[in-house]
């Protein structure tokens, strides 16, 4: 009769069992080590009481209402029911002690759970706290490096030869060749709406998508990514204007960065214009708003924008669900770089607010600051927490 071999590699030695269900077990547990669980089971932990005190409770009222029959029929026996008459005053004397403990029990417990829940609370409000202001922090710092690289583009770009003869020469032909190729750089770079060339004037002479933006000849020296060029006393300099609707590009949400065009390509050559480049915002703010790494649940009641320093928003999740204004008391003592978290009540609601300020990137800063809260009601019952600041 022949017997079945097992090979060490198909058996599951008890050792290595054993481990797996250690292992597992300590999964689990760190799975469940979080203050929501912890709330959770405190709160299953003051039911559990309650109900038992209640329990309790309604045991000794049937036991004094036995006892009490009992010192009556012992009362009407006469001699004959003395003995159980003793014995039915002890159980009432013992009946009411029970119930003096049970109710030592309930009032501990409520004062001891009391006190928990208030530490689960505030423990809730630190972890989530610190890691939403954690977010917060990431997606203002991935803001600041992509406009760091506007801010270098645009300083580049108004030094190409063509950009330069538009102006110096202006003859059709240099203007034309100018917007080709501006045209030529926007396909390589797709985060533009336009770029814009302007005379000393602030004259639109040409753009790199003409046939989609008909703006030749527009007026643009009262816009401020103009003006700004203008003030600035080298090419190591740029202009900027905030988000805004745009009427160079359809009314399109813009960024707009600039610089002055300047004599043979020169950092000091004499001024001859300005190019300014129309980012598109949205694409990069809202993007960033729109995929925040939470959890659906939390998604779900959450709200984030970018502020900047007069408390305008720049971009906000949900799309359009704030006003154009949001209270930026939150952002006040927070230095550059800095973050933190509070409580903040925003339309009737408690939130739990993450938050941070630009941190910036090389030599560029927007200055603007970013907000990340979840509401109170998905972390449990509502309890003061002190705003918290760090570096």
């Known amino acids: 009769m022949a017997t079945a071999a097992t090979s060490p590699a ?7 069992t054993a481990a797996a269900a250690t292992a597992n077990g300590r999964d689990r547990a760190s799975d469940m080590a979080t203050p929501e669980h912890i709330a959770q089971l405190t709160h299953q932990l003051s039911t559990l009481l309650t109900d038992t005190v209640e ?5 000794n009222r049937e036991a004094r209402i036995l006892a009490l029959n009992a010192e009556i029929e012992s009362a009407r026996a006469g001699d004959a029911g003395v003995a159980f008459g003793v014995v039915a005053k002890a159980m009432s004397q013992l009946s009411e002690k029970t119930g003096d403990s049970a109710k030592e029990l309930a009032r501990g417990s409520r004062g001891l759970i009391r006190e928990m829940q208030q530490v689960t609370e505030v423990l809730q409000t630190k972890m989530r706290g610190e890691r939403l202001s954690d977010m917060a922090l990431t997606n203002i710092d991935l803001v600041d490096r992509n406009l760091y690289e506007r801010s270098c583009d645009v300083r580049w770009w108004a030094t190409d030869g063509s950009v330069v003869s538009a102006l110096a020469s202006p003859t059709e032909e240099n203007r034309r060749f100018a917007s080709q190729r501006l045209g030529v750089i926007l396909n390589a770079y797709t985060v533009y709406f336009d770029l ?6 602030g004259k639109v002479v040409a753009n790199g998508r003409p046939t989609k933006h008909a703006v030749t000849g527009m007026r643009q ?8 060029a203008m003030r600035t006393s080298s090419g190591d300099e740029f202009g900027f204007q905030s988000v805004h609707r745009s009427p160079l590009v359809n009314h399109e949400r813009v960024l707009v960065y600039s610089a002055v065009v300047r004599a043979g390509g020169e950092s000091h050559g004499q001024p001859l214009g300005v190019l300014g480049i129309l980012f598109n915002w949205d694409a990069l703010g809202q993007t960033i708003l729109d995929h925040i790494p939470l959890v659906p649940r939390e998604k779900q009641r959450a709200i984030a924008c970018f502020v900047d320093a007069e408390g305008n928003v720049l ?3 949900p799309a359009g669900s704030l006003r154009e ?3 930026n008391s939150l952002f006040h003592g927070l230095r550059q770089g800095q973050k933190g978290y509070g409580v903040h009540h925003f339309s009737g ?3 739990v607010a993450g938050f941070a300020m630009s941190p910036g990137f090389e030599t560029y800063a927007t200055g603007w600051s970013s907000l990340v809260m979840v509401a109170r009601d998905l972390l449990g019952p509502s309890a003061a927490a002190e705003t918290a600041i760090g570096g």
Do not use: M, N, R
Request: hydrophobic share 35%.
């Open 10 to 16: 198909s058996a599951e030695s008890p050792t290595h």
């Open 55 to 59: 329990h309790i409770a309604g045991l």
């Open 196 to 201: 814009v060339l302007c005379d000393i004037e």
């Open 221 to 228: 020296d009262q816009a401020p990514w103009f003006q700004s």
């Open 315 to 317: 971009a906000d999740y």
């Open 325 to 327: 204004k949001f209270d």
């Open 349 to 351: 609601k408690e939130f």
